[in-house]
């Protein structure tokens, strides 16, 4: 009966398909009976299926399901399941159990699981929180209120949303990959874009040029603490109507307008915002924003290349 079952060892939300690298304790799978006890082609099968089962979701875990088990141990061909796939088994799934959930999971890459699950939620609340912190410092000079950080606990019961408005023509929030953390292998050295080339300054380039250098330095094109933000939120643009701005002004600019050539792409981006050169938006007498026409044209032209 699935109800007599035990919980799943990992919750459903573990996600780590983004972790090349899974921890694998040496000495204890040296002296585990699995290695004294099985065959070679058992104990070989076995490490298989825990590599199978870290880029499952939820990770640990792999379906009950003898040809999946079957192929991701190597013996399947053709589609159909090896005949020595029945001598080797056992041993391969020797300690996975199967949970309420229906899926089987093992112990001990649970165990890691968890580990590089909350290492890695760990790692994108410091990024948020170095966010927000950098954001705070050019809001206090904005004259802007601070944004609270949450405590860690808060944040991971909150849902783990993101307090930093999101970029422009970017997702807010969310968890992102990660492919640096502490033990899941050597990183790259990420390089920021560089400003001045040696002996004089940075020479004007097209938008495309520059964007494939900024997202090559690991950088988003808008930082969230760009001052466009705290521009945009002391006059009172909304933040629907600055990610409109920043499609419009990428499509310009890599297309109509792509032979223009500038050093500091995102200080045009702000002089488009602080002289809303694209027409996108006016002020009413009330003081709320609204789309002009071409705002209007804009959004719908917007909306129909997401959902083409």
């Known amino acids: 009966m699935i109800d007599q079952l035990p919980a799943p060892l990992v919750a459903g939300e573990v996600d780590l398909r983004d972790f090349a690298f899974m921890p694998l304790d040496v000495q204890r799978l040296r002296d585990s009976d699995l290695a004294s006890d099985e065959t070679p082609e058992s104990c070989w099968a076995a490490v298989l299926l825990w590599c199978a089962s870290w880029h ?76 927000t912190r950098k954001l705070n410092k050019a809001r206090a000079d904005g004259g802007l209120p601070a944004i609270k950080i949450p405590s860690f606990a808060d944040w991971k019961a909150g849902g783990k949303v993101d307090p930093i408005p999101p970029e422009p023509g970017e997702p807010a929030g969310g968890i992102p990959p990660e492919k640096t953390l502490k033990g899941q292998g050597k990183g790259e050295v990420k390089k920021k874009p560089p400003s001045s080339p040696p002996g004089g300054p940075a020479l004007p380039v097209g938008l495309k040029a520059w964007l494939e250098t900024v997202r090559a330095s690991g950088e988003k094109p808008i930082p969230p603490d760009d001052a466009v933000f705290v521009y945009a939120e002391k006059v009172g643009i909304p933040p629907d109507f600055l990610a409109l701005a920043w499609t419009v002004f990428r499509h310009t600019y890599l ?25 996108l938006w006016f002020l009413a007498p009330d003081g709320t924003y609204s789309l002009t026409t071409v705002g209007h044209q804009a959004q719908r032209a917007h909306d129909d290349r997401k959902a083409a």
């Open 56 to 131: 499952q979701v939820p990770a640990a875990s792999i379906p009950d399901n003898d040809q999946w088990q079957a192929k991701q141990a190597g013996y399947v061909a053709r589609g159909r399941i090896d005949a020595q796939w029945a001598k080797v088994s056992a041993g391969a799934l020797r300690h996975w159990i199967k949970c309420s959930d229906g899926r089987l999971y093992h112990p001990v890459v649970a165990t890691k699981a968890n580990d590089a699950w909350d290492s890695k939620l760990r790692n994108a609340f410091d990024k948020m929180s170095d966010r």
């Open 255 to 279: 297309g109509a307008r792509g032979a223009k050539r500038y050093r500091d792409w995102r200080k045009v981006f702000r002089n488009a915002v602080e002289g809303n050169w694209l027409k």
